[in-house]
């Protein structure tokens, strides 16, 4: 008995669970075959799918019919149609059907799963403006981030953008960059936010500042990527003729510094001196002490001989 037979199969409109009951000769039975699932990348939300029904009963007599929910075939009827699908999976079904001259009409069904799935990862860049900070004069700037998405699969207003967050690659308050804090602000991490304040300043000693605003794109499919938005505060204009008077009143504050550690250093190491010669000085008259004990206990001794 083929395999087939032990199918459900649909006559005219009866189903009937046991092959035994049909009538029509094995051979000429129908039989649907497809495969059990297609699996395509997705290109703008969809994709172009040809079905594969040429493992079934075909020729003349038979007829085939696939039918998918809101999917429209090229030709439905066809061994290999051709449609469109969504993003998602969509289940779809393939009918081959009987007609014979005499007898009852036949009907096998396969059914199978296409889906249409999205891999691939957004592209992405983050540009701020400005990117480029000057002069260095301790005032917080607006920098506003422009984020522009392309996806494989999804439109650009179906990705979630997110700020990761927002750093200097100096301290916020280190040495030589002018005694503020609080350089960064009005960034939250977290949201969407492409708008936040920095503060037009960096280490006088330094090579420049880097902010950095950094950003994760996500699809719809889960597929992520990060960029980065770089706001520099260079150390100079590039001329390096150092007659800027912001670099000179850096220079002034970090000499400045530089005069008060060394300071504090010599005074330091003078109180370690006065201590050490103080030690030196005890430890002197503890010697001439005990050498004195010494020789007393020595005369008394050749006393007592
Ligand atoms: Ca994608
Ligand atoms: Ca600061
Ligand atoms: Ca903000």
Redesign the pocket.
């Known amino acids: 008995m083929s395999s087939s037979l032990l199918k459900a199969r649909s006559i005219t409109g009866f189903v009937l669970a046991a092959a035994s009951i049909v009538a029509a000769p094995a051979a000429a039975a129908p039989e649907a075959i497809v495969e059990p699932e297609v699996v395509r990348e997705?290109a703008n939300g969809e994709a172009l799918v040809t079905l594969d029904g040429t493992g079934s009963t075909l020729g003349a007599g038979f007829s085939l019919l696939w039918t998918a929910p809101g999917i429209v075939f090229d030709d439905p009827t066809s061994a290999t149609p051709t449609a469109r699908f969504p993003l998602g999976e969509t289940p779809v079904t393939l009918s081959v059907t009987e007609t014979p001259a005499t007898g009852p009409v036949l009907t096998d069904t396969a059914t199978l799963l296409v889906i249409v799935e999205?891999?691939?990862?957004?592209a992405v860049s983050a540009t701020p403006t400005p990117a480029i900070l000057w002069p260095p004069n301790h005032r917080l700037e607006a920098v506003d981030v422009e984020i522009t998405v392309a996806?494989?699969?999804?439109p650009p207003d179906h990705?979630a953008v997110e700020l990761l967050d927002v750093e200097s690659s100096e301290p916020d308050d280190g040495t030589g960059d002018g005694h503020t804090t609080n350089d960064i602000q009005g960034a939250e991490p977290g949201t969407d936010d492409r708008s936040f304040a920095v503060r037009a300043e960096r280490a006088g000693p330094g090579r420049g500042r880097v902010y950095t605003a950094t950003y994760r794109v996500t699809?719809?499919?889960g597929?992520a990527t990060q960029a980065r938005a770089e706001t520099l505060v260079p150390h100079d204009q590039g001329g390096g003729s150092g007659g800027d008077p912001d670099d000179l009143e850096e220079a002034a504050q970090q000499a400045e510094a530089a005069a008060a550690r060394a300071e504090a250093d010599y005074e330091a190491a003078k109180a370690a001196l006065a201590q050490a010669k103080a030690d030196l000085a005890l430890r002197k008259k503890i010697a001439q002490a005990a050498r004195k004990e010494a020789q007393r206990l020595r005369r008394a001794a050749n006393r007592a001989h």
Do not use: E, F, L, Y
């Open positions: 997705c999205d891999t691939t990862p957004p996806d494989a699969c999804d990705v699809d719809g499919s597929n």
